[in-house]
């Protein structure tokens, strides 16, 4: 019998380690916040793929994704296409999913973390 695993494909291994050294500012910031089990103990992973879509921060005991939405996100139906069907597949497999701005991250960072704190 063949087993599918849906959690950290091994062949988008790469692509994730790629992205863990290319993140973003934005992402940098809320890495600091979320890194060592900083807020409220909860174990968060960066660039964690499930199915075929990498999320930039993923708490597997929460079932909770932070998606951290850059311009790319809003200027082009694709991408917003993408984002949608990402969303609806990881709710199907019980994972909420939050989005942040970057522009939230950079000008509120202290409103992104009160509003990660809610979720948890």
């Known amino acids: 019998m063949y087993m599918v695993y849906i959690y950290n494909n091994q062949n988008l291994k790469l692509k994730r380690r790629a992205l863990r050294g290319d ?4 992402e940098q ?6 890194k060592g089990g900083n807020l409220k103990n909860h174990k968060f992973r960066r660039q964690y793929s499930v199915g075929d879509y990498i999320l930039d921060f993923y708490c597997p005991k929460l079932r909770l994704a932070i998606e951290i939405d850059g311009d790319s996100h809003f200027v ?3 991408a917003v296409v993408y984002d949608q069907e990402r969303d609806e ?3 199907r497999h019980n994972i909420n999913v939050m989005h942040v701005t970057n522009s939230d991250v950079m000008q509120n960072i202290d409103g ?5 704190l809610q979720c948890l």
């Open 76 to 78: 082009s139906t694709s």
């Open 112 to 116: 992104v973390i009160e509003k990660i």
């Open 23 to 26: 993140m973003s500012k934005p």
């Open 89 to 91: 597949f990881l709710a």
């Open 29 to 34: 910031i809320v890495w600091y916040h979320l």
